[in-house]
């Protein structure tokens, strides 16, 4: 069956690590009968340098005609001065709310052949395999009112940390599918104690907790959470939390695993549409340099024929071959240790769809 997916490079290395999944995207659909037909479009700075907006029409009715998106990277150093709602962040914010991606996953799997490259002790981290589930289209990133105005002659500001019942209940079926298919274990991460909104969060998950039975549910407070994903990360199967959380949470969580540059993510909304993009930024710093490590953007791709072109097999084979070019040696700079072969970013494009032939 024909997938239709929009490419949206983006900024910084989103071209050039985007170009090495599509590399793999090519050669499944000349190889093993992808077909995927691809949509290139526009989105942040990039986008709003040719169109004056970091998230043009073009690009939104692009992606209401596709299965799902492909992702770089968004953001750069030449774009900050601009106002709030034209800068190449508010184009991905955009896409998100539009699409109504409300559910984020974000595995952290340690690569055993980078157990090394773990800032923790190796039998800390050796093995990890945890799977943050992060509320993406609400919370305090989105509540109203906020702003910074002057109040007794002094600046002032403020955000609202909101959440409807219906928008909690909805991440919590999410997270509990996603546990069925794992260990069975989900951990909701709160802030109960002090906040009311989080005291509604945590009595629907355990309402939501009731339609799965086989799964058991747990619960933390989120600065407790932070320190047990450093001190014992492997209790974890899938945490469930909020946006503001799931985003502090889930980059602590990555550099368990040795690199940012190695994990992909996944927003889905509630018909199995998903935007599928590495977690790191766009690191303008080395962009244009073939440094830059596309493996999350091909592990994206792998995410991507998972949750929302039910290519389980084809996903595999990518993860497989992963795994295969890691046995060799093959490392980019950020994940290198004394003794490895280290590459550019087009190489390892280039050994990934080698390692697919195999």
């Given at each position: 069956m024909m997938s239709k997916v929009l490419v949206l490079p983006g900024d910084g290395i989103g071209q050039e690590i985007v170009?090495?999944?599509?590399?793999?995207?090519?050669?499944?659909?000349?190889?093993?009968?992808?077909?995927?037909?691809?949509?290139?479009?526009?989105?942040g700075g990039t986008a709003y340098d040719e169109t004056g907006s970091p998230l043009p029409q073009a690009t939104l009715d692009a992606a209401q005609q596709c299965d799902s998106i492909l992702l770089g990277a968004v953001g750069g150093y030449q774009w900050e001065a601009l106002?709030?709602?034209l800068r190449p962040?508010?184009?991905l914010l955009g896409l998100r709310a539009e699409m109504d991606l409300f559910s984020n996953l974000r595995p952290a799997i340690l690569y055993p052949q980078l157990a090394s490259a773990s800032t923790l002790k190796e039998e800390i981290v050796s093995g990890l395999d945890l799977m943050i589930v992060r509320e993406l289209v609400s919370g305090i990133y989105f509540g109203q009112p906020r702003g910074i105005e002057v109040r007794d002659g002094e600046r002032f500001g403020f955000n609202s940390a909101t959440y409807s019942e219906s928008e909690i209940r909805r991440i919590g079926h999410s997270a509990f599918k996603i546990a069925q298919k794992r260990d069975k274990r989900v951990c909701s991460v709160d802030k109960a104690n002090v906040l009311e909104v989080c005291e509604l969060w945590r009595e629907v998950m355990i309402e939501v907790a009731k339609d799965y039975p086989d799964v058991e549910l747990?619960?933390?407070?989120?600065?407790?959470?932070?320190?047990?994903?450093?001190?014992?990360?492997?209790?974890?199967?899938?945490?469930?939390?909020?946006?503001?959380?799931?985003?502090?949470?889930?980059?602590?969580?990555?550099?368990l695993t040795g690199s940012i540059g190695m994990l992909p993510s996944a927003s889905l909304n509630k018909d199995g549409f998903g935007m599928y993009e590495p977690i790191h930024g766009s690191a303008p710093d080395i962009a244009g340099q073939d440094i830059a490590n596309p493996l999350a953007?091909?592990?994206?791709?792998?995410?991507?024929?998972?949750?929302?072109?039910?290519?389980?097999?084809?996903?595999d084979k990518i993860d497989g071959a992963v795994n295969t070019v890691l046995d060799q040696g093959y490392r980019t700079a950020d994940i290198a240790a004394e003794g490895d072969n280290v590459v550019g970013t087009s190489k390892i494009g280039d050994l990934v769809v080698e390692a697919l032939q195999g």
């Open positions: 170009e090495q999944a599509l590399k793999v995207i090519n050669h499944l659909n000349a190889n093993n009968n992808l077909n995927m037909e691809l949509v290139h479009g526009l989105i106002e709030r709602d962040e508010r184009g747990s619960h933390m407070y989120v600065d407790n959470a932070a320190m047990q994903l450093v001190r014992a990360p492997k209790q974890f199967d899938v945490m469930v939390t909020s946006n503001l959380f799931g985003d502090v949470l889930s980059d602590c969580a990555a550099m953007t091909i592990l994206s791709v792998s995410m991507m024929l998972r949750y929302s072109l039910d290519q389980v097999e084809l996903a």
